[in-house]
């Protein structure tokens, strides 16, 4: 008799950018880090270079542009207590997300948050928005070895759930996390969240690209997306 078992499918989302609209706050604790260091002349467009990149890599990379002497932990702790403050005080949630992850959590399909933040702000963000009802195996890029591109925040997040990489979905914003999704040998769903990024030859690799952000994005045709991966075998 054929076998009419389905593989089981899960989804590991990116956090910022793609569940919520951090990226505001994420700027301004870098923007409030670096002028305490002297630095006046970081701006938006500056940021966005960085979406998508972990912390301490951004970190590392601003401390050797700008000459700052402070070591690199102490520039980390300083932008993500600032981070957390504006945090804990707003951070949007993406409404179709949210529609997405609170239907896929009535319908019992395994999922994971996997950032490039740490745990402590993937932590407040998920705690101030209320998806930690419905999200609670977590990743970040401190837990791993290499942070995106690297797929390691994405295998980590399938072991934890007990899913083969090949059956997971990944829902990402921007293109070194797009590399990390193919890398890990994931599907992807690419919802950009810099315009200007849309071409870039990392999100070509993704199996479903949304040009419009999301603005395009809805969470019927993204479950419908997901569940197409559970085809009988």
């Known amino acids: 008799m054929p076998r009419t078992d389905t593989p089981r499918v899960a989804v590991v989302f990116d956090l910022d950018g ?18 305490r260091y002297g630095v006046t002349d970081f701006g938006w467009e500056r940021h966005t270079d960085f979406i998508g990149i ?29 981070y957390l403050e504006l945090a804990r005080a707003a951070t ?18 395994p999922m994971a948050v ?17 998806l930690d009802a419905y999200l609670t195996t977590l ?16 295998l980590e997040a399938a072991r934890r759930l007990g899913v083969e990489p090949e059956h997971c979905v990944v829902l990402e ?30 999100f070509g690799g993704a199996e479903l690209l949304l040009r419009g952000g999301q603005a395009e994005f809805t969470a019927a045709a993204a479950y419908d997306f997901v569940m197409a991966g559970r085809r009988t075998t």
């Open 173 to 202: 914003d921007a293109p070194p996390g797009a590399a990390a999704a193919r890398a890990a040998g994931m599907r992807c769903v690419a919802v950009p969240y810099v315009p200007g990024t849309v071409d870039d030859p990392a």
């Open 18 to 35: 793609t569940l919520v609209d951090s990226e505001p706050n994420y700027y301004e604790a870098g923007r409030r880090l670096l002028e």
């Open 139 to 154: 990743v970040s890029a401190e837990e791993v070895e290499r942070g995106k591109p690297a797929p390691d925040v994405f």
């Open 114 to 130: 996997a950032s490039g933040s740490s745990r402590a702000a993937i932590e407040a963000v998920l705690g101030g928005t209320g």
């Open 54 to 82: 972990g912390t301490r890599e951004t970190l590392a990379a601003l401390k050797e542009e700008y000459g700052l002497d402070a070591p690199l932990d102490e520039l980390l702790a300083g932008k993500n207590r600032h």
């Open 92 to 109: 949007e949630v993406f409404p179709e997300m949210r529609a997405l992850v609170e239907r896929l959590h009535a319908e019992g399909v």
